[in-house]
């Protein structure tokens, strides 16, 4: 499972006239998710995003996480985030899970985050074609991967 966290200032997701999901200060979370992802994987994100200080304290600091900074949190899921460019121009999306497997941990996902932080989740819709509006603070921008874990 691989994310890649944006710190905002807002953003919000629209698909066609309608917004399905809005937030003001916070992290835009983009979320790919591939066949081998366990609930493990979920766990360990979830945990690593919810701690994550890249908000910043009185002093200017980047000291707080998104619960301390009262942050809001909008997750959009991402197939093309498990894209290989290995071979030739035209990347390869083999990786990423079908809609029967990765719906329902896209929603272990935002339940999970959502009990550890306490925040309620805004969201994209799965499978449509989204448009995406948001203003990007710093810019902040992580990227984390369940496989590739840095302890």
Known sequence: M????QRVGRASVNV???T???IGHGMFILVGIEDTDTDEDILYLCHKIAALRIF????GVMNLNVSQAKGQLLV???FTLMASTRKGNRPSYIRASRPETAIPMYEKFIAQLGLITGIKIETGRFGANMQIDLMADGPVTIIIDSKKRDF
Do not use: L
């Open 2 to 5: 691989r994310t890649v966290i």
């Open 16 to 18: 066609g006239d309608e």
């Open 20 to 22: 399905v999901g809005s």
């Open 56 to 59: 910043d304290d009185s002093d």
């Open 76 to 78: 959009v899921s991402q």
